[in-house]
Structure formats: C-alpha cells, structure tokens
C-alpha cells in the first residue's frame, strides 16, 4: 500500500520543536521509509526524541527509525506504534541517534499488519523533540 504523508510543524522554538504527522494509506506501490523530520529545517544537526503521541486505524503498524547514511532498509528502529498511546521519555533524557553516519532525520515505515478492512487507514503522530547540535 502507498503510504502518503504530511506534516507540520506545531512548534519551533529555541531548543524544542514539535510536529504533527497525518498518514494515510491507499492502493499502490509500498512506499518504504519515508523522512517525516529532518533536523536541518530546525536549525539543529539531529534531535531528540522526548514524546510521542498516536493513534493508528487498527489495520496498521508504524514504525519510526532513526535516518542512517547508506542504510538500505531505514536506519535504527526507535519504537513500533500500534493502536493509540503515548509516551513519554523525558525521564530518560529522551531518545538520541547515536550511530555514525547518522543524518540527525527521524523515519517512517507503515506495515499492514492483517486484512485491510473497508474504509480508509490512517494514522496520526505528535511528536516532541528537543534540539541537538
């Protein structure tokens, strides 16, 4: 299935930014990883990740990655979303790309998970990321 995707940018502050992300799928090719934030439009070399927020048609799995030079099939795999939930990562520092060849861009890959059932599948993501250099 084609993935299409769109998103916007809620927040660009001075450390922080957030983006809200709205998929949908529909007869088509797969459209593999798809970039859905790249660090540079926020003036930052790579970000965080410090919460998530979803909500998938249950048809649907979404995996985010982090971006990898090179990689043929995405980068690191930060979370595979399902359903709706949240997390929250602060308590932790957040989530950082640590890998070489690291682009500082977060990726998405959507999976069919079980027949899709009539009617339309999409999902929606916020996400909040704090700045790195």
């Not at 995405?74 to 308590?91: C, M, Q, V």
């Amino acid at each position: 299935m084609k993935t299409t995707v769109s998103s916007r940018v809620l927040m660009n502050g001075q450390k922080n930014c957030a983006v809200h992300i709205i998929g949908i799928l529909s007869p088509g090719p797969e459209s593999g990883w798809l970039t859905v934030v790249e660090a540079k439009k926020f003036g930052a070399s790579r970000v965080k990740l410090d919460h998530v927020e979803w909500a998938i048609t249950s048809a649907l799995e979404v995996f985010l990655a982090w971006h990898v030079e090179g990689a043929l099939d995405g980068g690191e795999l930060i979370i595979p979303l399902a359903g709706r939930g949240t997390l929250n990562f602060s308590d932790y520092g957040g989530l950082t790309n640590e890998l070489e060849g690291r682009s500082g861009n977060i990726e998405l890959r959507v999976q069919v998970t079980q027949e899709i059932p009539r009617g339309q599948q999409a999902f929606a993501l916020f996400l909040d990321l704090i700045k790195q250099e």
